[in-house]
């Protein structure tokens, strides 16, 4: 399985993340969206819980785009 929390995915971004988790409300928000759709599809590959294909692309595509949200907070100057 492959890591997806956010510390593995930008690594070099660790200190920022931490900071923002704690400066920054909305940051907080989004970061908790993130971390609750990566259990989810956590769960679902590993067979912990069953659905559908469509629900599990709608997870993803959640997760990434979260992603993408947290990373130009996490890169805006």
Excluded: G, W
Excluded at 17 to 37: P, T
Excluded at 63 to 72: A, I
């Amino acid at each position: 399985m492959n890591q997806h929390d956010l510390k593995h995915e930008f690594p070099e971004l660790e200190e920022k993340i931490h900071e923002l988790k704690i400066s920054n409300n909305h940051f907080k928000k989004l970061f908790d969206e993130y971390h609750d759709a990566n259990k989810e599809i956590h769960r679902i590959e590993s067979r912990a819980e069953a659905t559908t294909d469509e629900v599990l692309t709608a997870l993803r595509k959640q997760r990434l785009h979260l992603k993408d949200e947290l990373y130009s907070m996490l890169t805006a100057n």
